[in-house]
């Protein structure tokens, strides 16, 4: 079965620190992965996916098959990146369909 | 290019009724994808629709709960006889094809008394 998991719900930093959001991962066989970035009062929209290896907003992550992670980083957070962040999965096994971690609340204090 | 619409974004019903919740696509989409997410939990996948077409439900509740993508008009979530545990808000998102971008409407939040 597959699964994603967010370990912290809550992550709370100071503006200009460094974040990382983690995600874990179980899936067997080769998964896509994606965050997925919630704003106060705005529509979940896709931050990034691992296959373009591009960096949004400041954020990179990379996927560690190893470790079966894909953690979420900003070398120095800003007051607009406080909202909900999803890590999420899809594969050959599993269609189209996205399997979603449980989200971590990031909060930017200024 | 207006984003995935979804409506009405909120609804309240009583136990027992019935509730419909409607998905329009973004212009160009073909596949829809239905996501139920409960108070304090992630996004779960219910179902997996083309036009006209189920393609994985896996994640639909065996009863009370259909979902249809008409040749023409929007995708439509239905759910019969609603209990207090049907409420959560739904999401809907639409793709132009299979396994791309997936592009999520506000969602509707459901409140059954």
């Known amino acids: 079965a597959q699964r994603v998991t967010q370990p912290e719900k809550l992550l709370s930093v100071f503006k200009g620190a460094p974040v990382e959001l983690k995600c874990n991962y179980s899936y067997s066989g080769s998964p896509e992965l994606f965050w997925y970035v919630q704003y106060s009062r705005q529509r979940l929209q896709l931050l990034l996916r691992?296959?373009s290896r591009e960096s949004i907003k400041g954020f990179t992550a990379d996927l560690n098959k190893g470790e079966t992670s894909f953690h979420l980083k900003k070398p120095f957070a800003q007051e607009e990146d406080s909202a909900m962040y999803y890590c999420a999965l899809s594969g050959k096994t599993s269609g189209s369909r996205l399997t979603f971690g449980e989200g971590t609340q990031l909060t930017v204090n200024p | 290019n207006a984003g995935v619409m979804q409506n009405p974004r909120h609804l309240v019903r009583r136990r027992g009724q019935e509730a419909r919740l409607r998905c329009s696509p973004m212009?160009?989409?073909?596949?829809v994808y239905w996501y139920r997410q409960l108070p304090e939990e992630g996004l779960k996948f219910m179902v997996y629709l083309q036009k006209e077409n189920i393609i994985d439900e896996s994640g639909m509740p065996k009863e009370r709960f259909s979902a249809e993508f008409p040749k023409e008009g929007p995708s439509i979530l239905r759910i019969q006889q609603v209990v207090r545990g049907d409420s959560a808000a739904y999401f809907c998102?639409?793709?132009?094809?299979?396994?791309?971008?997936?592009?999520f409407g506000p969602g509707t939040r459901l409140l059954v008394l």
């Open positions: 212009k160009g989409h073909s596949h």
């Open positions: 998102a639409s793709s132009r094809d299979a396994q791309e971008t997936q592009y």
């Open positions: 691992h296959i």
